[in-house]
C-alpha cells in the first residue's frame, strides 16, 4: 500500500476515530509513531517473520507505523539477552 492509498482508505473513517495496529501477542495498541526509514525485503523468511527488515541504508523506503506500546514490550524482552 502506497502513502497515496492509505490516505484514501482513512478517509472513509471518522476523522476522530482512534487508529489502532495489532499488538505483539493479544489486543491492539494505540498507533503513536510514524517515521520514514530504509528497508530490505527479507529473503527465504519464516511465516511469522515480517517480509521487510529495517536496515541502516538501502536504495528502497517506506512509511513505518507503529507504537511505542508494543516496542516498549518487546525491547524490555530483548534487555535479558
Known sequence: ?????LI???HEF???????????EEGCD?????RYTFIEK???K?????????VN???KRAVLISSKFTRAETEDMNDGE
Open 1 to 5: 500500500m502506497k502513502v497515496s492509498e
Open 8 to 10: 484514501h482508505r482513512l
Open 14 to 24: 471518522p476523522a476522530e476515530a482512534e487508529v489502532l495496529i495489532p499488538s505483539y
Open 30 to 34: 494505540p498507533v503513536t509513531d510514524c
Open 42 to 44: 527479507r529473503e527465504n
Open 46 to 54: 519464516e511465516w511469522y517473520v515480517g517480509v521487510y527488515n529495517e
Open 57 to 59: 541504508k538501502s536504495d
